[in-house]
């Protein structure tokens, strides 16, 4: 039987998400602390976009406002890579998906008020169903862990204000234009900011020129090209073939992606106990629900 273009596009966008869940794998593999790791990160990135002349078209038709605009949710984007590579190094891999994965709950806080939409109820229950999962979470993890925890549900907090705000402004340009430009100003933004870290985030403080070995380099490469831009390449490709629910149902696997990968290369499980697991249950059981609710919501109420 040939395989449908839906089928197709359904197979990438979970081989995406999939690269997505390497990347808290590779963030605890890389010696490099958070802020040179990201710092490399966002500037391989850069590197490998400037090559191409659609982006250089694509940045010679933006105006200043959304110059300004992308330059800023890039600086957000930078803040969020930096808190859950932090999150990695602080406590573990595990640690930091499960605090993505709190995300979908920021989102539907602040995306009404970011998106200037109406506020739905529901949203708020989303929050209060997985606040258990996160108080058994942070009962679950070891002492000296708790940092990793909090720096991680900051990065959550990030992902749902840049993400909200890249709702506002999306389909005004090229997306590779909008991602080289993103991560441009990201890597800008933590030039600027690591002399001050030692005063605004002393946990995650350290060198920023920090030449990576070759362990580290190729490391680095694969979290750039691999699950970086390819995943970025095929997402493109895939969401012409799918419904946004299905893509959101896909994307919330994320977490699930990185944790069973971090149990299978990096014996995480160890570490954490069954407390902490079932926090992750409760809080994931808790993001699924929230796209099958959005679902099921009365036309009337989306207007």
């Known amino acids: 039987m040939p395989m449908t273009d839906t089928r197709k596009a359904l197979l990438q966008i979970h081989f995406c998400v999939l690269l997505w869940g390497v990347t808290a794998i590779l963030g605890k593999l890389i010696t490099l602390p958070a802020l040179p790791l990201v710092w490399w990160r966002m500037l391989l990135v850069v590197a490998m976009l400037a090559v191409l002349p659609r982006v250089w078209r694509g940045l010679s038709a933006l105006n200043t406002r959304l110059v300004l605009g992308y330059a800023g949710i890039g600086a957000l984007v930078a803040l969020h890579w930096l808190t ?15 605090c993505i994965a709190l995300a979908p709950v920021f989102t539907a806080i602040i995306e009404p008020w970011i998106a200037r939409r109406p506020f739905q109820l529901r949203e708020l229950a989303l929050g209060v169903v997985v606040l258990p999962g996160v108080a058994l979470v942070v009962g679950g993890v070891p002492d000296g862990m708790r940092l990793g925890v909090a720096v991680g549900a900051l990065s959550a907090l990030l992902v749902a204000v840049f993400g909200s705000f890249n709702k506002r402004m999306v389909g ?18 933590l030039t600027l900011l690591a002399p001050l870290l030692p005063f605004l985030l002393p946990a995650l403080a350290s060198d920023l020129l920090v030449m990576p070995d070759l362990h580290d380099g190729v490391l680095l ?7 970086t831009l390819l995943p970025f390449a095929l997402a493109l490709v895939a969401l012409r073939h799918l419904s946004a629910y299905t893509v959101q149902l896909v994307t919330n696997l994320e977490p699930v992606y990185a944790i069973v990968l971090a149990m299978l290369f990096l014996g995480e499980q160890h ?25 099921w919501r009365p036309a009337a109420a989306t207007r």
């Open 271 to 295: 570490e954490l106990s069954g407390q902490f697991y079932l926090g992750v249950a409760i809080i994931l059981g808790g993001v699924f629900l929230h796209p099958l609710l959005n679902r």
């Open 84 to 98: 859950f590579y932090g999150a990695v190094k602080l406590a573990n891999a595990s640690v930091a998906a499960t």
């Open 172 to 189: 005004h340009a090229d997306p590779l234009t909008v991602t080289a430009l993103e991560l441009g100003a990201g890597t800008l933004t």
């Open 221 to 227: 490469l694969a979290l750039s090209g691999l699950c």
